[in-house]
């Protein structure tokens, strides 16, 4: 069987983080999860940054982000980009059921909405059973149509030991009735506690994805239009009462990044246009 790997060589680096100041880069990082369902202050992130890596955490005192959306689930959450219209309409990002409505109102912000290019993200998971961990990519959705998803990675806790993980990686459609869905849980021969490479490469006509350079999956369901990025540590239950621990494990829960990097095509679409055409030639 031909292993095929990972060719950077096609692209050129356009962001880069790997967390060696003590502060999040607030130009490339949105501390909030789909805030418009919610508000700015319930679905803040928490967070240590810093000597080279993020920790994302759920702590023990950690509300739900949105009960009334989404029961009892917990999440941190960095995001790169937010949209929303007025308070009471429909009109948001990420409509993971049909009834929601704008809680708090969101001022557009796009600071990383690539369309097409490598995505990558160097991370270690956790093997909390209660716990979800993921890196994905939803439409900007200024049209409602533009609305799928690209799940680079998301890795179930219970999915986890030292010598294999489930890795799901594909696309959802969501709202955008061009794509259809196909999305797979690839069992992967790797501790995922240990730090391993989660890309994506996203071209016209199709969207591969790779764990440490090596071809898993391939999809020709590919969005046509910009996305952003949405990095997060889920909580999906917790029992009771609970008050230090929940499905097996210690607070904090933790996601740990070293590396994020996103790369634009060296040419073709989604390349950085010409000098000429950007000095406006």
């Given at each position: 069987?031909?292993?095929?790997?990972?060719?950077?060589?096609?692209?050129?680096?356009?962001?880069?983080?790997?967390?060696?100041?003590?502060?999040?880069?607030?130009?490339l990082w949105i501390p909030h999860y789909l805030p418009q369902w919610a508000s700015r202050e319930r679905t803040r992130a928490r967070f240590d940054v810093g000597g080279g890596q993020l920790r994302l955490r759920i702590d023990a005192d950690q509300?739900?982000?949105?009960?009334?959306?989404?029961?009892?689930?917990?999440?941190?959450?960095?995001?790169?980009?937010?949209?929303?219209?007025?308070?009471?309409?429909?009109?948001?990002?990420?409509?993971?059921?049909?009834d929601l409505v704008v809680r708090e109102a969101q001022e557009p912000r796009s600071l990383y909405t690539p369309r097409?290019?490598?995505?990558e993200l160097t991370a270690r998971a956790t093997a909390d059973p209660a716990c979800l961990v993921a890196l994905w990519l939803?439409?900007?959705?200024?049209?409602?149509?533009?609305?799928?998803?690209?799940?680079?990675?998301?890795v179930f806790g219970r999915d986890v030991d030292t010598k294999l993980a489930r890795v799901g990686m594909g696309v959802h459609p969501f709202g955008d009735p061009s794509m259809n869905d196909?999305?797979?849980?690839?069992?992967?021969?790797?501790?995922?506690?240990?730090?391993?490479?989660?890309?994506?490469?996203?071209?016209p006509d199709r969207v591969g994805f790779y764990v440490d350079d090596v071809l898993l999956k391939v999809t020709h369901e590919s969005p046509a239009y910009p996305m952003q990025v949405m990095l997060n540590i889920y909580e999906l239950s917790r029992e009771p009462g609970a008050a230090r621990t929940a499905g097996g494990g210690a607070y904090p829960k933790l996601f740990t990044i070293e590396r994020f990097a996103g790369y634009r095509p060296v040419s073709g679409p989604g390349a950085r246009?010409?000098?000429?055409?950007?000095?406006?030639g």
């Amino acid at each position: 069987m031909t292993i095929e790997r990972l060719d950077r060589s096609r692209y050129e680096l356009e962001v880069e983080d790997t967390f060696v100041a003590d502060r999040l880069d607030a130009s490339l990082w949105i501390p909030h999860y789909l805030p418009q369902w919610a508000s700015r202050e319930r679905t803040r992130a928490r967070f240590d940054v810093g000597g080279g890596q993020l920790r994302l955490r759920i702590d023990a005192d950690q509300a739900p982000w949105s009960p009334e959306w989404n029961e009892g689930i917990r999440v941190s959450n960095l995001q790169t980009g937010v949209f929303s219209g007025p308070v009471g309409s429909r009109i948001g990002q990420h409509h993971f059921r049909p009834d929601l409505v704008v809680r708090e109102a969101q001022e557009p912000r796009s600071l990383y909405t690539p369309r097409y290019g490598l995505i990558e993200l160097t991370a270690r998971a956790t093997a909390d059973p209660a716990c979800l961990v993921a890196l994905w990519l939803i439409g900007f959705e200024d049209d409602p149509r533009r609305s799928g998803e690209i799940c680079v990675m998301e890795v179930f806790g219970r999915d986890v030991d030292t010598k294999l993980a489930r890795v799901g990686m594909g696309v959802h459609p969501f709202g955008d009735p061009s794509m259809n869905d196909d999305f797979e849980r690839v069992p992967v021969a790797v501790d995922a506690l240990e730090p391993h490479t989660y890309s994506v490469e996203w071209t016209p006509d199709r969207v591969g994805f790779y764990v440490d350079d090596v071809l898993l999956k391939v999809t020709h369901e590919s969005p046509a239009y910009p996305m952003q990025v949405m990095l997060n540590i889920y909580e999906l239950s917790r029992e009771p009462g609970a008050a230090r621990t929940a499905g097996g494990g210690a607070y904090p829960k933790l996601f740990t990044i070293e590396r994020f990097a996103g790369y634009r095509p060296v040419s073709g679409p989604g390349a950085r246009p010409p000098a000429w055409v950007r000095s406006g030639g």
